[in-house]
Every structure is written in structure tokens, then in C-alpha cells.
């Protein structure tokens, strides 16, 4: 990917705060879709897109909200942040991101309670897969 960076994961909760401080104005970013892959057994990888003045922590939030409820999907109430890779071109907004889906709070520091995020995500005007 041209100008793509490794970024840590942003909180959910500044992300899903600034998608919803940003709804109700003119040009307000568009969520674009998610496609979404199983790798290996836990492994997930989710391709998002956004546009309509999206920034970078909206296009994280919106990944990890597709990543909540995959895990929710799948009968698991977890997901852990592996990576995401991001790439802007002409203020449209890509990502790749990578995270496993347990039954049990997995351990590291980036680890997402799916049924939270999820309803987090639906309070805040996010999609969810």
C-alpha cells in the first residue's frame, strides 16, 4: 500500500466520539463497507473503507467495530488487536487490520469486550458487519 503506516489501535471510545460529534454535519464521513477474512482458526482480517471527510481514527474505530461484532458473529465475546495498516488517497480512508477472536479475555493490552464495543459502536452511529 502507497503510504501506508502501522498505527496503533485508538481507543474506541475517541474514535466512536469523534464519528458521532462529526454525524450531523454536512460532508460527514461515510462508512464505505467492510470485507472481511478469516486467516487461520482466530485469526481475522477486516478491509474497511471511508470517505466524506473521514480521519484516521475513524477509519480504527470503524475496523475494530467490524472486528466486535465478527467476534460476536462467530460465538465469541472477544477480539484482540493484532495490526492495522492504513492508507489515505484523495480524503478516501483504507484500512487493514488483523485481530484474533477468543471465548475468553485474551491476554495483551489492546483486548475488546465485543458485546460492549459492539453496543458502543451502535450508540455512536457506527456499522458493525
Known sequence: MRGALLLPLVALAAGCAEADASAGREGAPRHDGVETRLLD???????????????????????????????????????RHVRT??????????????????????????TIDAEVTVQNCGLNGIPTV
Open 85 to 110: 495498516q492504513l492508507d489515505e488517497s484523495a480524503g478516501n480512508w483504507r484500512a487493514d487490520a488483523v485481530y484474533t477472536i477468543s471465548p475468553a479475555l485474551p491476554e495483551g493490552l489492546r
Open 41 to 79: 482458526g482466530d485469526l481475522v482480517n477486516f478491509h474497511v473503507a471511508m470517505s466524506g471527510g473521514a480521519k484516521a481514527e475513524d477509519v480504527i474505530a470503524y475496523a475494530e467495530c467490524a472486528a466486535a461484532q465478527y467476534a460476536l458473529i462467530r460465538g465469541y465475546g472477544f477480539a
